[in-house]
């Protein structure tokens, strides 16, 4: 089960598109969540980059916890692609990142 709320997820998404100008509110926002948040958002990435099934989710939340070195801001920044990834992710978890996103706006 998913430690990070959706909507939390979708806003993270928002910045991502909007990178060259979001990048400090990203950040912000990012900081701002607790570890177990912050290892949701990573496991949620790796499932969209298919680097897990959604089944296992469990699994990559433990590995992200345990390989987590990098900030998470910056883990993600670096990631080419990783709004992306994100969607993918949730999409694949079952959520609608349409409707979330667009409770956001």
């Given amino acids: 089960m998913l430690e990070i709320a959706p909507p939390k997820v979708a806003q993270v998404i928002l910045y991502g598109h909007e990178l060259e100008r979001g990048e400090a509110e990203l950040r912000a926002f990012i900081e701002a969540l607790n570890v177990d948040e912050c290892v949701s958002l990573i496991a949620v990435m790796w499932i969209g980059r298919e680097s897990f099934q959604p089944e ?8 992200a916890r345990q390989e987590a070195v990098t900030p998470t801001a910056d883990y993600l920044i670096g990631t080419p692609h990783f709004a992306d990834h994100l969607e993918a992710g949730m ?15």
């Fill in 91 to 105: 999409e694949a978890l079952g959520y609608s990142i349409a409707e979330l996103e667009e409770a956001l706006l």
């Fill in 56 to 63: 296992n989710l469990e699994e990559a939340m433990t590995v």
